[in-house]
């Protein structure tokens, strides 16, 4: 299977188009109240934020669901990590990709990334995948 497998390979990418349904219920489901990810006139009056905020922990999600969707059936996650870099908002357009850093015997190493439709990340990361 590692035949497949090159350094600078792109994984397949996901689009993404956050709306306030999605945020509500990722939310509600983590149990985080913070106001910016619900309530438009608080994230506008006193944050001062454009729209509501898209959560850091759900574009983290995003980019776990982009290497899962590469991984094969028997392959196994050795180590994820990300950061988020730029604020990303409800009507964003918002792509999770990323690329193979290096190869050695059977283990991957990929850098993974959020982009927003203006070509800047909001969220960037790393992975390191066992290949079966």
Not at 82 to 99: F, K, Q
Request: with cysteine.
């Amino acid at each position: 299977m590692m035949a497949n497998v090159e350094v600078g390979q792109a994984l397949p990418e996901r689009h993404y188009t956050p709306g306030t349904v999605q945020l509500f219920l990722y939310n509600a489901a983590i149990w985080n109240a913070h106001r910016i990810h619900y309530d438009l006139a608080y994230a506008q009056q006193s944050e001062g934020h454009p729209a509501l905020l898209v959560d850091g922990p759900l574009q983290g999600d995003w980019l776990t669901q982009l290497l899962y969707d590469w991984m094969g059936a028997a392959d196994e996650l050795l180590a994820f990590e990300y950061s988020n870099r730029r604020a990303a908002y409800v009507g964003d357009v918002l792509t999770a990709c990323g690329e193979i850093e290096s190869v050695e015997a059977l283990q991957v190493t990929l850098s993974l990334r959020i982009v927003n439709q203006h070509g800047q990340a909001t969220t960037v990361g790393r992975a390191k995948v066992r290949r079966a």
